[in-house]
């Protein structure tokens, strides 16, 4: 299982900023319906190690994929106007705890 993070990528929303973090899925409770279900899919791809097969090759929303632990995706909530948002999902591995002492 991966640690995701969404973060505001683009954003004509009053709602979100740009640069704005949140922890899956600590914090989908400050996202706007919309774009957290536009982007639940893609979460549990990415949560599994799983890949989906478009790059956006020489564009903004270039995927990472895989370097150093890291794995990003990009979704675009369904608000048509300018009040649309980018959210960008990074996955990376889940850190293992220190055993302790007693372990």
Same mark, same amino acid.
């Given at each position: 299982m991966? #640690?995701?993070v969404l973060? /505001?990528f683009?954003?004509?929303? =009053?709602?979100h *900023?740009?640069?704005?973090?949140? =922890?899956y899925p $600590? +914090?989908?409770?400050k !996202?706007? @319906?919309? !774009? /957290? #279900?536009?982007?639940?899919?893609? /979460?549990?791809? !990415?949560?599994?190690? +799983?890949?989906?097969?478009? $790059?956006y090759? +020489?564009? @903004?929303?270039?995927?990472? /994929?895989?370097? #150093?632990? !890291?794995?990003?995706?990009?979704?675009?909530? @369904? #608000? @048509?106007?300018? $009040?649309?948002v980018?959210l *960008?999902?990074?996955?990376t591995? =889940?850190k293992r705890?220190?055993?302790?002492k007693?372990?």
């Amino acid at each position: 299982m991966k #640690d995701i993070v969404l973060e /505001i990528f683009e954003s004509g929303c =009053r709602k979100h *900023k740009v640069g704005d973090r949140f =922890r899956y899925p $600590s +914090g989908i409770g400050k !996202l706007c @319906p919309w !774009l /957290i #279900d536009s982007a639940n899919v893609m /979460i549990r791809v !990415l949560q599994q190690d +799983g890949r989906l097969g478009w $790059s956006y090759k +020489g564009t @903004p929303y270039e995927k990472v /994929i895989n370097k #150093d632990g !890291l794995t990003t995706e990009f979704v675009r909530c @369904p #608000d @048509p106007t300018t $009040s649309g948002v980018v959210l *960008k999902i990074s996955a990376t591995k =889940r850190k293992r705890a220190a055993k302790s002492k007693d372990e």
